[in-house]
């Protein structure tokens, strides 16, 4: 089964109304939408944010439901030019940029005892969502999405990420659904819509645009659907 993960419920307003569907509360405020799509079945998990949260989510809709692939979506902040706002980001691998265990001797975002710092998305997921990218005429790139538990709104910080990382965007998802990908053999892909430059003025763009790249978000995965199940 396909388990569509986001932070909060809002992300999915406009997504359900094209949807049956039934609600569960799952664990720690976990959400659960069981969702048809004309013979198919799909989650979509609403796991609050934090590494916390968003693992204990996953553990329980991969061991309840029996979970076989996993997308990430939603809004995400820039850090290169030439990813601009209301633009896609498919996140080709993902990081949790805020791990430093270097001075034991491991990789940057090296987490102790897992044997990957970068984690890949699934190609045939990517090409899937870079095919409902173009069918719903967004302008998208391939790129890593730098992950951590805080809104990053700082010039120094957003550069340091990209020079040290080569990343496109930050979120607060894609590394913690990547890491649970690879450490359980689950195919992801994440698709983050830019809402904000990741810069000073991080918190005024957000305030204005994140509504519409949520929107955004959501047209780009129901065509995902249409993609994935044929």
């Known amino acids: 089964m396909l388990a569509l993960i986001i932070p909060e419920r809002t992300y999915a307003n406009e ?3 094209n949807f049956e569907y039934s609600k569960e509360n799952g664990p720690n405020g976990t959400e659960v939408y069981l969702c048809n799509y004309k013979n198919h079945r799909f989650l979509l998990v609403v796991t609050g944010y934090g590494k916390v949260n968003i693992g204990s989510s996953l553990r329980y809709v991969t061991e309840k439901y029996k979970v ?4 990430g979506f939603g809004s995400a902040g820039s850090i290169v030019d ?4 209301l633009s896609a980001v498919i996140a080709k691998n993902a ?8 001075p034991l001797g491991y990789m940057p975002a090296q987490i102790p005892k897992v044997k990957k710092a970068i984690y890949q998305a699934n190609e045939d997921l990517v090409e899937c969502a870079k095919t409902a990218c173009q069918k719903n005429c967004v302008n998208y790139c391939e790129g890593l999405v730098a992950t951590s538990d805080m ?19 930050v979120d607060c998802e894609c590394g913690n659904i990547g890491q649970f990908a690879f450490m359980n053999k689950i195919p992801f ?3 983050k819509v830019v809402s904000n430059y990741a810069n000073n003025n991080a918190v005024r763009q957000y305030n204005l645009y994140d509504d519409e790249a949520s929107i955004i978000a959501q047209k780009i995965v129901c065509n995902f659907l249409k993609e994935y199940y044929g």
Do not use: H, P
């Not at 076989?68 to 997308?71: A, C, G, R």
């Not at 030439?82 to 706002?85: A, D, G, H």
């Not at 990053?152 to 990420?161: E, F, K, P, T, Y």
């Open 95 to 102: 990081l949790q940029f805020d791990v430093d265990f270097m």
């Open 15 to 17: 997504l359900l109304e």
């Open 82 to 85: 030439n990813v601009e706002i």
């Open 151 to 169: 809104f990053v709104c700082n010039n120094r910080l957003s550069n340091s990420i990209r020079i040290e990382y080569d990343a496109a965007a």
């Open 68 to 71: 076989k692939v996993l997308l």
């Open 189 to 191: 892909v994440g698709i």
